[in-house]
């Protein structure tokens, strides 16, 4: 079936550290992948995706390319920032599919 | 403003008494879903919608129900809570099948003591 790995938080950074979130997928057709982002006490934000092989979303100086040699979709970031605070959705779907199947959340706190 | 909204956007009820979360979206999406968010499991889909009178379960639909009488609102309805259906809730919408992008509320953390 189709799911998402990403790896477990709670992660913690100085500012302007360097940021990478695991993600890794299983899918039985050719999927898109997206990564949400949820601030706090609110909901699910698209922050970014890639709809094929080898595509890159950014965002918001976030990126994440679509790895089908390695089924991964890891996020990165160069500089975090303080209101980078969140946690963060690895999903996907496949194309006509009536589900997005998310990753468990991994939350970030980016200290001063 | 584009938005879907959710109330009420915290709720603590009884075991057995029903309750009735809306959402309602000013998009003219298709698509609706209903979410539940658990710590360590992410979010999990209950129901869908993929238009107005036509819905289907997602992978946790046990206890829920939902209506589309109108395209715009789609409520989740729980006949009789129990204390496992204690868990947030989100509401979310896209155009159609083909449209991967959705739009989440802002949740409704829900209580069953």
């Known amino acids: 079936g189709d799911s998402v790995t990403q790896m477990e938080g709670p992660v913690t950074l100085s500012e302007e550290a360097f940021l990478t979130i695991n993600c890794t997928y299983t899918?039985?057709?050719?999927?898109?992948l997206f990564w949400y982002v949820q601030y706090p006490g609110e909901g699910l934000q698209l922050l970014l995706k890639?709809?094929?092989?080898?595509d890159k979303g950014s965002n918001k100086g976030f990126e994440a390319t679509y790895r089908k040699e390695t089924t991964s979709f890891h996020l990165e970031k160069g500089s975090v920032q303080v209101s980078d605070s969140a946690v963060y959705f690895c999903?996907?779907?496949?194309?006509?599919?009536?589900?997005?199947?998310f990753g468990t959340g991994t939350r970030l706190t980016v200290i001063p | 403003e584009a938005q879907v909204t959710q109330n009420p956007r915290y709720l603590i009820t009884v075991t057995g008494k029903k309750l009735t979360v809306t959402c309602s979206q000013n998009?003219?999406?298709?698509?609706m879903s209903w979410y539940r968010q658990d710590p360590g499991l992410g979010l999990r889909q209950i129901y869908y919608?993929?238009?107005?009178?036509?819905?289907d379960k997602g992978d946790v639909p046990e206890g829920y129900k939902v209506s589309r009488k109108e395209k715009r609102n789609f409520p989740l309805i729980l006949e009789s809570p129990s204390p496992n259906q204690t868990s947030l809730y989100f509401c979310?919408?896209?155009?159609?099948?083909?449209?991967?992008?959705?739009?989440f509320g802002p949740g409704t953390r829900l209580t069953v003591t």
């Open positions: 979310a919408s896209r155009g159609d099948r083909l449209v991967y992008e959705q739009y």
């Open positions: 899918a039985t057709g050719y999927p898109s």
């Open positions: 890639a709809t094929k092989a080898d």
């Open positions: 998009m003219n999406h298709e698509y």
């Open positions: 999903a996907l779907t496949v194309t006509g599919a009536n589900n997005l199947f």
């Open positions: 919608s993929m238009n107005v009178e036509v819905t």
